[in-house]
Nanobody, 118 residues
Framework: EVQVVESGGGSVQPGGSLRLSCLVS????????MKWVRQAPGKGLEWVSG????????AYADAVKGRFTISRDNAKSTLYLQMNSLKTEDTAMYYC???????????RGQGTQVTVSS
């Protein structure tokens, strides 16, 4: 059984930073594309970023390009998302899942809430 634990969310002011983590177990993490997907209040799922197994290729949604950085530590089966220059429109529940560039959640944890507000 795949278990996913997202963490690192919180409440910050616009312009602030957060680093999200996603620990995955029961899954071949090191050989899988991984991604972050978010869901804002009252909206559907939105793909944010993806990364290949070795970390050599990454992709970002236009809305976060230049502000967010995805990374991974295969030894720790952990995916990260460094979020800088946060905007109010980044407010959402953030989830991680396998895959690279779609908003499909093949598995998910409880998510981690990011709230950007002044």
């Amino acid at each position: 059984e795949v278990q996913v634990v997202e963490s690192g969310g919180g409440s910050v002011q616009p312009g602030g930073s957060l680093r999200l983590s996603c620990l995955v177990s029961g899954f071949s993490f090191s050989v899988a594309d991984m991604k972050w997907v978010r869901q804002a209040p009252g909206k559907g799922l939105e793909w944010v970023s993806g990364i290949t197994p070795g970390g050599g290729s990454t992709a970002y949604a236009d809305a976060v390009k230049g502000r967010f950085t995805i990374s991974r530590d295969n030894a720790k089966s952990t995916l990260y998302l460094q979020m800088n220059s946060l905007k109010t429109e980044d407010t959402a529940m953030y989830y991680c899942s396998k895959g690279y560039s779609t908003d499909i959640l093949y598995f998910r944890g409880q998510g981690t809430q990011v709230t950007v507000s002044s």
